[in-house]
């Protein structure tokens, strides 16, 4: 009884989230080069999973084949990337954002998220960059677990549930950026 409770509210929480990331009012403008799995991708796949590689913002992720993916414009060339399995109330998403700063401001912090909850900082690397991985809190969600970063003049924002914490580890260690020059070839 208690577990199909417990399931229930993640199920309910990633809907929320999910509604959170494509309620908003969004642009129209579509920023294009996003694709799934390409066939000349130099990366070895593991079975069970996929590839996500974006040549707008220069990166390539792993992903539990079961998810299925979906983005969303915010415009001012920033996206929201869903990776989802509605059915086992599993995912993560990515928000990608341009930014100028070289380190996260806490006016950032705050403008990402509200709740103002962040504990146990811990830094990691994500494609060789500095980064850093945090617990937090998103209304309507609950706890999270996120992982920041920025790289040229980006920032990269992945969020999931608190339990889920093992899986954003296997994602930000399978990171990769893609060169410019190389992302011309995809």
Known sequence: MMRSVG?????????????????????????????????????????????????????????P????????????????IVFENTETAEGFQLFVVPYDNL??????FAMDMPSGVRTNPTAIRAGGVEAVTFGGEQEGVGPTREAWFIKDGLLYELTTLEPLEAQLAEVVESWEFISQKNSLLY
């Open 65 to 80: 084949e079961r998810y299925t993916v979906r983005e969303v414009d915010e415009g001012g060339d920033a996206r929201t």
């Open 7 to 63: 399931m229930a509210l993640m199920v309910a929480a990633l809907g929320i989230g999910v509604y959170w990331a494509v309620a908003r009012p969004h642009s129209t403008a579509s920023l294009g080069g996003v694709t799934t799995t390409p066939q000349n991708s130099a990366r070895v796949v593991p079975e069970g999973m996929k590839e996500y590689r974006s040549t707008t913002y220069r990166f390539s992720l792993l992903y």
């Open 103 to 108: 380190i996260i401001t806490e006016e950032r």
